[in-house]
């Protein structure tokens, strides 16, 4: 296999000048890759070597932020035994599965956009798309799984039946079940994975004009993207008017008692409501930012609605990848108890004080149960 090459900016400049022929994107990849790229990159110039160098930047310092962020949510919270409750097993396997999405994808894409194409061969091609989509769908229906979790303690209160540690890990299996056997279809007919865009990265085929093909990302996308989408803003949306209620009894009890709050000085500054509004808002946006612009990009490619360029599918496609910086964020650090430990362990890398739990995501679901149980 050889991987020399003219130098790029000349070729790229020749391409932009209408020099030589027609220089494609394409052109640059390997003969035995050939079969797996779809005849719509052959109309597109080679990329302005430039992006190759600022993409490749990008997933590499991404890859260090999560699988960092992702390695320190693992440590604290399975090193730590008052973390180790079975809603936070599956804060733990959230980190896990964006751990191993960015550990696996960053470093053969910043391979890839050094040499400014897909140098690792068919075989890792079909690997790189099936465990991104993997990972992908593990990290989503874990998010699924915790807002339920939230959902059950906080709408339904001393009703709701609490996990047990059994049960979040028989949770987590099915989860993994589930991801692979949707995502290894492309590995036996339906549907398959191919690079795309600049051709430094490989994902599903949603180019190909086949409806036995277009199909698989339909339905993938229904239980993969709409049906998590949708069950997390149903569960958030109960648990902010479950809150709300409860601030509207803790503030007449107040009342009743002649005195301004139930709560602290600290506490009463900024509502349970205002809180969970603000956990519940980041939660759905940061959804919706990182996956929805690939599903565009699927759904344009399957309905034929309009030109899917090299340099935008490549973004859409890291915009997904970089989920897997958020979630140790908002899942991990945002958790009192979590930034207590870290605090303790790695007390250079807190910003803010750890006894602040005003921000609290995590463990949201514990500190409303406490306030029902206490004023039952």
């Given at each position: 296999?050889?991987?020399?090459?003219?130098?790029?900016?000349?070729?790229?400049?020749?391409?932009?000048?209408?020099?030589?022929?027609?220089?494609?994107?394409?052109?640059?990849?390997?003969?035995?890759?050939?079969?797996?790229?779809?005849?719509?990159?052959?109309?597109?110039?080679?990329?302005?070597p430039?992006?190759?160098?600022?993409?490749?930047?990008?997933?590499?310092v991404l890859?260090?932020v999560?699988?960092?962020?992702?390695?320190?949510?693992?440590?604290?919270?399975?090193?730590?035994?008052?973390?180790?409750?079975?809603?936070?097993?599956?804060?733990?396997?959230?980190?896990?599965?964006?751990?191993l999405?960015?550990?696996?994808?960053?470093?053969?894409?910043?391979?890839?956009?050094?040499?400014e194409?897909?140098?690792?061969?068919?075989?890792?091609?079909?690997?790189?798309?099936?465990?991104?989509?993997?990972?992908?769908?593990?990290?989503?229906?874990?998010?699924?799984?915790?807002?339920?979790?939230?959902?059950?303690?906080?709408?339904?209160g001393?009703?709701?039946?609490?996990?047990?540690?059994?049960g979040?890990?028989?949770?987590?299996?099915?989860v993994?079940?589930?991801?692979?056997?949707?995502?290894?279809?492309?590995?036996f007919?339906?549907?398959?994975?191919?690079p795309?865009?600049?051709?430094?990265?490989?994902?599903?085929?949603?180019?190909?004009?086949?409806?036995?093909?277009?199909?698989?990302?339909?339905i993938?996308?229904v239980?993969?993207y709409?049906?998590?989408?949708?069950?997390?803003?149903?569960?958030?949306?109960?648990?902010v008017?479950?809150?709300?209620?409860?601030?509207?009894q803790?503030?007449e009890?107040?009342?009743?008692?002649?005195?301004?709050?139930?709560?602290?000085?600290?506490?009463?500054?900024t509502?349970?409501?205002?809180k969970?509004?603000?956990?519940?808002?980041?939660?759905?946006?940061?959804?919706?930012?990182a996956?929805?612009?690939?599903?565009?990009?699927n759904?344009?490619g399957?309905?034929?609605?309009?030109?899917?360029?090299?340099?935008?599918?490549?973004?859409c496609?890291?915009?997904?990848?970089?989920?897997?910086?958020?979630?140790?964020?908002?899942?991990?650090?945002?958790h009192p108890k979590?930034?207590?430990?870290?605090?303790?362990?790695?007390p250079?890398?807190?910003?803010?004080?750890?006894?602040?739990?005003?921000?609290?995501v995590?463990?949201?679901?514990?500190?409303?149960?406490?306030?029902?149980?206490?004023?039952a």
């Amino acid at each position: 296999m050889s991987l020399t090459y003219e130098p790029s900016f000349s070729a790229y400049s020749r391409a932009s000048q209408g020099g030589f022929g027609n220089i494609t994107v394409v052109d640059k990849v390997l003969p035995e890759m050939l079969h797996l790229v779809d005849p719509h990159w052959y109309q597109f110039p080679p990329l302005n070597p430039l992006w190759h160098g600022i993409l490749g930047l990008v997933i590499g310092v991404l890859g260090v932020v999560s699988v960092t962020g992702n390695g320190m949510v693992i440590y604290i919270f399975s090193s730590t035994k008052s973390l180790r409750t079975p809603s936070n097993l599956l804060v733990v396997n959230l980190a896990f599965s964006d751990f191993l999405m960015m550990l696996c994808m960053s470093p053969a894409m910043v391979i890839n956009c050094f040499y400014e194409t897909w140098v690792l061969g068919p075989l890792m091609c079909e690997l790189y798309g099936m465990c991104g989509s993997l990972f992908g769908c593990v990290s989503i229906w874990t998010m699924t799984l915790i807002a339920l979790d939230r959902y059950n303690v906080i709408v339904k209160g001393l009703s709701a039946k609490p996990m047990t540690n059994k049960g979040a890990i028989l949770k987590i299996l099915a989860v993994w079940v589930f991801s692979i056997i949707w995502t290894i279809f492309p590995m036996f007919g339906w549907n398959r994975y191919v690079p795309e865009g600049n051709m430094t990265a490989c994902g599903t085929d949603y180019l190909n004009k086949d409806w036995v093909s277009r199909s698989y990302i339909l339905i993938y996308s229904v239980w993969v993207y709409f049906t998590p989408l949708l069950t997390i803003i149903y569960s958030y949306w109960f648990i902010v008017q479950a809150v709300a209620a409860h601030e509207k009894q803790m503030k007449e009890q107040a009342k009743k008692m002649n005195v301004a709050s139930l709560r602290s000085a600290d506490q009463s500054n900024t509502s349970a409501e205002c809180k969970l509004a603000k956990v519940a808002l980041m939660t759905i946006s940061l959804w919706f930012f990182a996956w929805t612009p690939y599903l565009v990009t699927n759904f344009t490619g399957i309905f034929e609605g309009g030109s899917i360029s090299p340099l935008a599918t490549i973004w859409c496609s890291l915009f997904a990848k970089a989920n897997a910086v958020y979630n140790p964020i908002v899942y991990g650090i945002s958790h009192p108890k979590y930034r207590a430990v870290l605090t303790k362990k790695f007390p250079s890398l807190v910003c803010a004080n750890a006894e602040d739990d005003s921000g609290s995501v995590a463990s949201g679901a514990t500190t409303v149960s406490e306030e029902k149980t206490s004023t039952a």
